[in-house]
Protein backbone atom coordinates (compact mmCIF):
# COMPACT_ATOMS: atom_id res chain seq x y z
CA UNK A 1 0.00 0.00 0.00
CA UNK A 2 0.95 3.40 -0.88
CA UNK A 3 2.52 5.77 1.77
CA UNK A 4 -0.29 8.58 2.59
CA UNK A 5 0.95 12.14 2.77
CA UNK A 6 0.26 12.11 6.11
CA UNK A 7 3.13 9.07 6.53
CA UNK A 8 5.70 11.01 4.64
CA UNK A 9 5.27 13.92 6.50
CA UNK A 10 5.77 12.33 9.63
CA UNK A 11 8.98 10.54 8.14
CA UNK A 12 10.27 13.93 7.14
CA UNK A 13 9.53 15.79 10.58
CA UNK A 14 11.01 12.83 12.31
CA UNK A 15 14.16 13.21 10.44
CA UNK A 16 14.26 17.26 10.95
CA UNK A 17 13.72 15.95 14.60
CA UNK A 18 16.36 13.08 14.96
CA UNK A 19 18.80 14.80 11.97
CA UNK A 20 18.92 18.46 13.04
CA UNK A 21 22.00 20.24 12.62
CA UNK A 22 23.21 17.40 10.05
CA UNK A 23 20.59 16.78 7.13
CA UNK A 24 17.34 18.57 8.37
CA UNK A 25 16.10 17.73 4.69
CA UNK A 26 15.52 14.79 2.79
CA UNK A 27 17.93 14.49 -0.36
CA UNK A 28 16.61 13.02 -3.92
CA UNK A 29 18.38 9.77 -2.81
CA UNK A 30 16.35 9.55 0.57
CA UNK A 31 13.31 9.64 -1.17
CA UNK A 32 14.84 7.11 -3.99
CA UNK A 33 14.94 4.93 -0.60
CA UNK A 34 11.17 5.81 0.39
CA UNK A 35 10.43 5.05 -2.60
CA UNK A 36 12.12 1.27 -2.27
CA UNK A 37 10.29 1.08 1.13
CA UNK A 38 7.18 1.76 -0.10
CA UNK A 39 7.53 -0.77 -2.87
CA UNK A 40 8.32 -3.42 -0.29
CA UNK A 41 5.27 -2.32 1.43
CA UNK A 42 6.92 -2.07 4.59
CA UNK A 43 4.44 0.27 7.31
CA UNK A 44 6.19 3.39 8.11
CA UNK A 45 5.57 2.81 11.53
CA UNK A 46 8.65 0.25 11.40
CA UNK A 47 10.62 2.95 9.09
CA UNK A 48 10.30 5.61 12.04
CA UNK A 49 11.26 2.91 14.90
CA UNK A 50 14.09 2.33 12.56
CA UNK A 51 15.02 5.67 12.40
CA UNK A 52 15.15 6.34 15.91
CA UNK A 53 17.10 3.08 16.65
CA UNK A 54 19.44 4.54 14.43
CA UNK A 55 19.96 8.18 15.97
CA UNK A 56 19.74 6.27 19.57
CA UNK A 57 23.13 4.12 18.46
CA UNK A 58 24.90 6.87 17.21
CA UNK A 59 24.22 9.04 20.09
CA UNK A 60 26.24 6.67 21.95
CA UNK A 61 29.12 6.84 19.58
CA UNK A 62 32.35 8.97 20.34
CA UNK A 63 32.18 10.21 16.40
CA UNK A 64 28.82 9.85 15.31
CA UNK A 65 28.07 10.22 11.86
CA UNK A 66 28.70 13.62 9.82
CA UNK A 67 26.51 12.97 7.34
CA UNK A 68 23.56 10.69 7.50
CA UNK A 69 21.14 9.36 5.11
CA UNK A 70 17.91 6.97 4.76
CA UNK A 71 20.19 4.61 3.33
CA UNK A 72 22.11 4.07 7.14
CA UNK A 73 18.87 2.85 8.04
CA UNK A 74 18.82 -0.57 6.17
CA UNK A 75 19.97 -2.51 8.63
CA UNK A 76 17.57 -0.94 11.23
CA UNK A 77 14.57 -1.38 8.71
CA UNK A 78 15.77 -4.87 8.22
CA UNK A 79 15.74 -5.98 11.66
CA UNK A 80 12.22 -3.82 12.84
CA UNK A 81 10.39 -5.99 9.93
CA UNK A 82 12.43 -9.42 11.30
CA UNK A 83 11.27 -8.22 15.02
CA UNK A 84 7.71 -7.91 13.72
CA UNK A 85 7.71 -11.07 11.72
CA UNK A 86 9.31 -13.30 14.74
CA UNK A 87 6.37 -11.77 17.15
CA UNK A 88 3.59 -12.84 14.30
CA UNK A 89 4.89 -16.08 13.95
CA UNK A 90 5.69 -16.60 17.77
CA UNK A 91 1.51 -16.55 18.24
CA UNK A 92 -0.01 -17.47 21.44
CA UNK A 93 3.42 -18.96 22.82
CA UNK A 94 5.26 -16.01 23.36
CA UNK A 95 6.02 -15.64 26.99
CA UNK A 96 3.56 -12.69 27.96
CA UNK A 97 5.79 -11.56 30.54
CA UNK A 98 8.81 -11.31 28.25
CA UNK A 99 10.90 -8.23 29.10
CA UNK A 100 8.91 -6.95 32.61
CA UNK A 101 11.84 -8.12 34.64
CA UNK A 102 13.91 -5.17 33.25
CA UNK A 103 11.29 -2.56 34.55
CA UNK A 104 12.52 -0.02 37.11
CA UNK A 105 10.77 0.30 40.48
CA UNK A 106 8.27 1.10 41.82
CA UNK A 107 6.44 0.26 38.42
CA UNK A 108 8.04 -2.94 37.95
CA UNK A 109 5.92 -3.85 41.39
CA UNK A 110 2.99 -2.60 40.55
CA UNK A 111 0.26 -5.17 39.82
CA UNK A 112 -1.76 -3.16 37.47
CA UNK A 113 1.12 -2.06 35.31
CA UNK A 114 2.40 -6.22 35.05
CA UNK A 115 -1.41 -6.78 34.23
CA UNK A 116 -1.31 -4.40 31.35
CA UNK A 117 1.72 -5.25 30.48
CA UNK A 118 0.93 -8.82 29.78
CA UNK A 119 -2.41 -8.47 28.05
CA UNK A 120 -0.77 -6.17 25.71
CA UNK A 121 1.82 -8.64 24.97
CA UNK A 122 -1.03 -11.31 24.33
CA UNK A 123 -2.84 -8.85 21.67
CA UNK A 124 0.37 -8.94 20.05
CA UNK A 125 0.91 -12.53 20.10
CA UNK A 126 -2.50 -13.00 18.93
CA UNK A 127 -2.42 -10.93 15.82
CA UNK A 128 -3.77 -12.27 12.65
CA UNK A 129 -2.66 -11.31 9.27
CA UNK A 130 -2.89 -8.26 7.63
CA UNK A 131 -5.05 -10.30 5.29
CA UNK A 132 -7.57 -11.33 7.74
CA UNK A 133 -10.90 -9.57 8.16
CA UNK A 134 -10.53 -9.47 11.89
CA UNK A 135 -7.01 -7.56 11.62
CA UNK A 136 -8.37 -3.58 11.99
CA UNK A 137 -10.39 -4.83 15.22
CA UNK A 138 -7.81 -6.43 16.99
CA UNK A 139 -5.25 -3.29 16.11
CA UNK A 140 -7.47 -1.35 17.47
CA UNK A 141 -7.91 -3.05 20.67
CA UNK A 142 -3.67 -4.18 20.29
CA UNK A 143 -3.17 0.32 20.16
CA UNK A 144 -6.20 0.37 23.54
CA UNK A 145 -4.11 -2.19 25.50
CA UNK A 146 -0.78 -0.44 25.17
CA UNK A 147 -2.42 2.90 25.50
CA UNK A 148 -3.32 1.48 29.20
CA UNK A 149 -0.20 0.67 29.99
CA UNK A 150 1.29 3.61 29.22
CA UNK A 151 -0.78 5.43 31.29
CA UNK A 152 -0.02 3.98 34.05
CA UNK A 153 3.41 4.45 33.32
CA UNK A 154 3.17 8.11 32.54
CA UNK A 155 1.23 8.40 36.19
CA UNK A 156 4.07 6.65 37.49
CA UNK A 157 6.18 9.43 36.27
CA UNK A 158 4.72 11.86 39.19
CA UNK A 159 6.69 15.61 38.41
CA UNK A 160 8.77 14.15 36.15
CA UNK A 161 6.43 13.87 33.40
CA UNK A 162 6.45 17.86 33.25
CA UNK A 163 9.60 18.23 32.71
CA UNK A 164 9.93 15.51 30.00
CA UNK A 165 7.03 17.27 27.98
CA UNK A 166 8.70 20.56 28.25
CA UNK A 167 11.50 19.24 26.91
CA UNK A 168 10.00 17.07 23.68
CA UNK A 169 7.77 20.41 23.17
CA UNK A 170 10.67 22.19 22.48
CA UNK A 171 12.75 19.54 20.43
CA UNK A 172 9.51 19.43 17.98
CA UNK A 173 9.12 22.99 17.42
CA UNK A 174 12.64 23.07 16.76
CA UNK A 175 11.94 21.05 14.22
CA UNK A 176 9.40 23.28 12.32
CA UNK A 177 6.84 21.41 13.71
CA UNK A 178 3.09 23.19 13.96
CA UNK A 179 1.23 22.54 17.89
CA UNK A 180 -2.18 20.83 17.07
CA UNK A 181 -1.23 19.54 13.30
CA UNK A 182 -1.24 15.95 12.81
CA UNK A 183 2.50 15.36 12.31
CA UNK A 184 2.71 17.07 15.61
CA UNK A 185 -0.26 14.96 17.25
CA UNK A 186 1.66 11.55 15.30
CA UNK A 187 5.09 12.67 16.83
CA UNK A 188 3.95 13.67 20.01
CA UNK A 189 2.70 10.07 20.01
CA UNK A 190 5.51 8.43 19.14
CA UNK A 191 8.34 10.27 21.07
CA UNK A 192 6.02 10.53 24.48
CA UNK A 193 5.80 6.78 24.40
CA UNK A 194 9.54 6.21 23.54
CA UNK A 195 10.39 8.83 26.78
CA UNK A 196 8.14 6.63 29.17
CA UNK A 197 9.67 3.60 28.08
CA UNK A 198 13.10 4.92 28.46
CA UNK A 199 12.10 6.20 31.84
CA UNK A 200 11.06 3.40 33.18
CA UNK A 201 12.93 0.79 30.70
CA UNK A 202 9.62 -0.94 29.74
CA UNK A 203 10.13 -2.42 26.40
CA UNK A 204 8.31 -1.38 23.67
CA UNK A 205 10.39 -2.37 20.74
CA UNK A 206 9.23 -3.16 17.79
CA UNK A 207 5.92 -2.23 18.14
Known amino acids: MPYTREEKDWLEREWAFRAWGRAGLL ?3 DYRQVLAWEAQAIPMDLVVSALNAYFDRQEKREKPRTFVALKHLERDVAKAVKLREADLRAGPALAVGRGW ?3 QAPLVDDPAAKAAFEAWQRLRA ?3 SPESSGYLVHHDQEREA ?3 LLA ?8 RAEALQADLRQRLEAADMKEGSLVWKRAWS ?8 EAWHLPLEGS
Not at 190 to 197: E, G, S
Open 101 to 103: TQV
Open 126 to 128: AAP
Open 27 to 29: STD
Open 190 to 197: HHWARLIA
Open 146 to 148: RSA
Open 152 to 159: LAEAALGL
